[in-house]
């Protein structure tokens, strides 16, 4: 369940998650402001094996994201508008990957739909997701990936429309990090 070839990572569980934000964000059925949380990802292959991320998620008006994973290992995730840059301190290095035609949100909400009351589901790229509010504010996003794998996250200690400074969401890059460009 480690994922050594970061492509495949990011394919299948952050990019999809980036779009479910900016759905939610720009979705005219759900309120969603910028807001910090913490969260618990849960992935769950078919014989019924899991790893549980932990850490924080923070989301500033301009739809910027900043995933930090704490256990079982660090991880950064910057998204901006068209760029995604995952940090790895233990391994000091830093992967830019360009988001640039990989947005498709005006597909997202165009399938995105209330199914019960503060739950929605939305499908990208054959995944269908379902996603749990609670007095409007994110609770968890479920969906099965290509592999089989159940990836829940659940979001706790939400705050909305925090404060976050000019360059929160600002990689700085270190001069030991090996940059990686995909």
Known sequence: LYFHNISLFLFRYIFPLYFILLLLLFANTINLKPFQADFIQTITNSSN???KYKGNIYLNKNNDILWKYKTPTIKNIYITENTLIIEEPELEQ?????????LNLSLLL????????????????????????NENKIRQIKYNDPL???IVIIFFSVKENPI?????????EKPNYDIIIK
């Open 164 to 172: 976050f400074s000019d360059n929160f969401f600002t990689f700085q």
């Open 148 to 150: 089989d794998n159940t």
């Open 49 to 51: 094996k899991s790893i």
């Open 94 to 102: 830093a992967i830019y990957t360009s988001l640039d035609n990989k």
């Open 110 to 133: 165009s399938n995105s739909k209330q199914i019960e009351d503060n739950k929605y589901s939305a499908t990208l790229y054959d995944t269908d997701y379902t996603i749990v509010l």
